[in-house]
């Protein structure tokens, strides 16, 4: 995480000498901010993009067509079961801790977190009430439409965490997590599929799973005091 976060202090070194030499001046303190966070967000990213493309690809190969299309589908529905799960908190969280002040802050956080928490279960609830009838109008089996509502909550929560560290600029907190979820992730699947041996669409997703809790569990301590 140092080595990431000296590469991004490096670039905003260059990216600085570079702006003072076409225009004469340093950047201010609120460009030098916004290009530092931007500079910790992407590293983070690419950092966590390139971990997780190289266990796609293991995937893959070693599930073929059929399972790993079964995964595809499991977090395609998962993403559609998302929508109305955070229904525009994560965006309204952004908007609002960005320009709040700290007591307001202390309000917002719990009050989207427990509203989440809420609609969580009961689209949860609803979900499984109504199974059968998704079944039947998906035509698709039971195992695959649980898979995508247990992808999507986790799922849920992470956007969350992840729009609370935007709006309190917690931008090196969201790097490591980031960073800590492709691992949690490669390394879960690489027990269970390498190892294990275990090549099922469950399998896979069961990663990406321990992959969203990690985030939302690394996200979770700093953002305790409010």
């Known amino acids: 995480m140092r080595f990431i976060e000296s590469c991004a202090t490096w670039s905003l070194s260059v990216a600085n000498s570079i702006y003072r030499r076409i225009y004469g001046h340093s950047l201010g303190d609120e460009g030098i901010a916004f290009l530092k966070n931007f500079l910790l967000s992407s590293s983070g990213g690419l950092v966590a993009g390139t971990l997780m493309f190289v266990t796609t690809v293991l995937a893959g190969r070693l599930f073929g067509p059929y399972e790993y299309g079964r995964f595809t589908l499991a977090l395609s529905y998962g993403q559609l079961l998302l929508i109305p799960i955070v229904i525009g908190f994560d965006t309204a969280a952004v908007r609002y801790l960005a320009v709040e002040g700290e007591d307001s802050k202390k309000k917002i956080i719990p009050t989207v977190f427990g509203a989440v928490v809420i609609v969580a279960i009961i689209v949860s609830l609803v979900f499984i009430a109504t199974l059968d009838t998704w079944v039947d109008i998906l035509d698709k089996d039971r195992a695959l439409l649980l ?34 979820e492709a691992i949690a992730v490669f390394v879960f699947f690489a027990v269970v599929v390498l190892l294990m041996q275990q090549r099922h669409f469950y399998d896979y997703v069961g990663a990406m799973v321990v992959g969203l809790l990690t985030f939302s569990v690394v996200m979770f301590k700093p953002l305790y005091r409010y």
Not at 153 to 169: E, M, Q, T, W, Y
């Open 147 to 180: 898979a995508a509502l247990i992808y999507a909550v986790p799922l849920a929560f992470k956007n969350i965490f992840d729009a609370f560290s935007r709006g309190l600029h917690l931008f090196f907190i969201q790097l490591r997590a980031r960073v800590v």
